[in-house]
C-alpha cells in the first residue's frame, strides 16, 4: 500500500549545526510533497514544499532535497536552533492529486541540544 | 489567509460517552475541510474529507462520524467512544492552491 515513512524516529543535533531529515515514499505518482513542523500540543505548520519537476528547493535556513530516482525527500535545517526542536512530518499527495488530501510520514522529533 | 478554529482543545470523556468535536474556518475560498487524528508519537491519519455541506467521505472504518451541517463548519461525533479513540484530532482545509494543508490548533481527546 501507499506509505511515506522517515528513515529515523528521533534525531539529536547541537546548537548551531546543520540537520538532516529523511523520508522515504513509496507511491510514484505522487507529484507533490511538504514538510511540516509539529510542537507539542500544536498542530503541524507548513515549512516548505516542492513539486516532482525540482530537484531542490530553498527558504529561510530550510531545504529541500527531493530524489525521484529512490523515492526520498529530505530536510535540511542550517544552523539548527533550540526552537526548531520538533517533530517534523513529510506529506506527499499520493495520487488523490487534489483538493489537500495528503499522505504522511511516521515524523522524526529533532532535539537540539544547548 | 485562512484561520481554522477548533474546541475544545483538550477533553477527557468516559468510554461509551458520546463526543462532539467542532471546527469552524474563515477566510478560505476551498470548500474541502478534513478531519485527521493523531496517536501519541505517530504521524496523521485521514479520517473524513468534505467537499461541501453534507457532502461527506470516510477514509477509513471506525467509530466516528463526521458532519457538515454550514459550509464553514466541520463536525466529528461518536455516539460511543472508544478507549481506542483516543488522540489528537486535528481539522484542516487547503490553501487556494488546493494543495497544501493548514491546520488547527487540534482537540487531545482522552477516553478513559
Known amino acids: 500500500g501507499e506509505s511515506v515513512g522517515l528513515h529515523l524516529p528521533t534525531l539529536s543535533v547541537q546548537e548551531g549545526d546543520n540537520s538532516i531529515i529523511n523520508c522515504a515514499y513509496s507511491n510514484s505518482a505522487s507529484d507533490y510533497f511538504i514538510w511540516y513542523k509539529q510542537e507539542s500540543g500544536k498542530g503541524p505548520q507548513f515549512i516548505i514544499d516542492i513539486r516532482s519537476n525540482m530537484d531542490k528547493r530553498q527558504g529561510q535556513r530550510v531545504t529541500v532535497l527531493l530524489n525521484k530516482t529512490v523515492k526520498h525527500l529530505s530536510l535540511q535545517i542550517a544552523a539548527t536552533q533550540p526552537g526548531d526542536s520538533a517533530v517534523y512530518f513529510c506529506?506527499?499527495?499520493?495520487?488523490?492529486?487534489?483538493?489537500?488530501?495528503?499522505?504522511f510520514g511516521q515524523g522524526t522529533e529533532l532535539s537540539v541540544k544547548p | 489567509s485562512q484561520t481554522i478554529h477548533q474546541w475544545p482543545a483538550t477533553l477527557v470523556q468516559p468510554v461509551g460517552s458520546p463526543l462532539s468535536l467542532e471546527c469552524t474556518v474563515e477566510g478560505t475560498s476551498n470548500p474541502n475541510l478534513y478531519w485527521y487524528r493523531q496517536a501519541a508519537g505517530r504521524g496523521l491519519q485521514l479520517l473524513f474529507y468534505s467537499i461541501g455541506i453534507d457532502q461527506i467521505s470516510s477514509e477509513v472504518p471506525q467509530n466516528l462520524s463526521a458532519s457538515r451541517p454550514q459550509d464553514r463548519q466541520f463536525i466529528l461525533s461518536s455516539k460511543k467512544l472508544l478507549l481506542s479513540d483516543s488522540g489528537f484530532y486535528l481539522c484542516?482545509?487547503?490553501?487556494?492552491?488546493?494543495?497544501?494543508?493548514?491546520f488547527g490548533s487540534g482537540t487531545q481527546l482522552s477516553v478513559l
Open positions: 506529506a506527499e499527495n499520493g495520487h488523490y492529486n487534489q483538493g489537500g488530501k495528503l499522505i
Open positions: 484542516a482545509c487547503p490553501d487556494s492552491s488546493a494543495e497544501k494543508l493548514f
